[in-house]
């Protein structure tokens, strides 16, 4: 990675943006392959301060640089970003990261910013605040979403997720159903 950076460095007078992206994906690659994410970070930002719009794969090999460097909380802000975009598989990434990382309560945390929304009215006078679905999550995410909460103990949370997983004609697979029986 370190000579993609330099790479980086020389083509900030080009003006082909389309050389430009591919020079930047394939620094964000190299990134990702020796786990330096300090660095994946520096060159998303600097694609920002061109005005250059990150593609999904882009954003992927950043979180793939966090995770490989056991960093999965500097993938959030990245993933927040992603989602943005509807790129779908990057909050997936960084969720299993955060779970494979013992960070359970930041892939909660990834789950929620991307699939529900705080209300600002509760229900009934005197009721806690309901949340608001945002969109139907997919089957992965669900499944991480279980795996999550079970992981941090937050067993309260997984029927939640069940019943959105019958809400999108999902059928649960074997470790969601024990985790639900466990709940």
């Known amino acids: ?3 993609a950076f ?11 943006k389309a050389i430009v992206l591919k020079s930047y994906a394939s620094s964000l690659r190299a990134c990702a ?27 992927l090999s950043a979180i793939i ?6 960093q999965p909380h500097s993938a959030a802000p ?14 997936n990434a960084a969720m299993s990261s955060c779970i494979r990382h013992n960070n359970p309560l930041l892939a909660l945390k990834l ?19 309901t949340p608001e679905k945002k969109e139907h999550a997919d089957f992965g ?6 795996a999550a909460a079970r992981k941090a103990e937050q067993w309260h949370r997984i029927p939640v997720i069940m019943s ?3 809400s999108c004609a999902l059928l649960p697979s074997g470790p969601m159903y024990c985790a639900a029986i466990i709940a």
């Open 141 to 146: 995410t669900l499944s991480l979403a279980v």
């Open 78 to 91: 990245i993933v927040i970003e992603s989602m943005q975009k509807k790129y779908p598989t990057c909050p």
């Open 6 to 16: 330099e790479l980086m460095n020389q083509l900030r007078d080009c003006r082909d």
């Open 65 to 70: 640089a966090c995770d490989r460097a056991s």
């Open 1 to 3: 990675s370190e000579k």
């Open 111 to 129: 789950y929620d910013a991307q699939y529900w929304k705080e209300s600002t009215v509760s229900s009934r006078p005197g009721q806690p605040q």
């Open 33 to 59: 392959a020796e786990s330096n994410y300090e660095k994946a970070l520096i060159l998303l930002n600097r694609m920002h301060r061109r005005g250059l719009h990150p593609r999904e794969q882009t954003y």
């Open 164 to 166: 959105e997983l019958r």
